[in-house]
């Protein structure tokens, strides 16, 4: 079972930043894959980016060049920095993790408002 707690959404203006962090706990493998995924009111759930516990990167291309993915494997905790912001980057943000025999989890979500 493992646990993702999420923090770091908010109202920004066009332009601005934002990180998220997510931090995974109980029973984490050390080998695993986190990512980010988001969704608007309507729509389906869409991946934003996921990095491997060796740091294999995928981005959607959306946000190629604007948002950068990271882990602190020490820390079990996957971060999302979110620069250049537009307003069709407004969605919830989900953390994912999935493990070693294809079990996955989410977070709750995080809001992510950006103002034009």
């Known amino acids: 079972q493992v646990q993702l707690v999420e923090s770091g959404g908010g109202l920004v203006q066009a332009g601005g930043s934002l990180r998220l962090s997510c931090v995974a706990s109980?029973?984490?493998?050390?080998?695993?894959?986190m990512g980010w995924y988001r969704q608007v009111p309507g729509k389906q759930r869409e991946l934003v980016a996921t990095i491997t516990s060796e740091n294999n990167i995928n981005y959607a291309d959306s946000v190629k060049g604007r948002f950068t993915i990271s882990r602190d494997n020490a820390k079990n905790t996957v971060y999302l920095q979110m620069d250049s912001l537009k307003p069709e980057d407004t969605a919830n943000y989900y953390c994912n993790f999935r493990g070693l025999v294809g079990s996955t989890y989410w977070g709750q979500g995080t809001q992510v408002t950006v103002s034009s």
């Open positions: 109980g029973t984490v493998f050390s080998i695993n894959v």
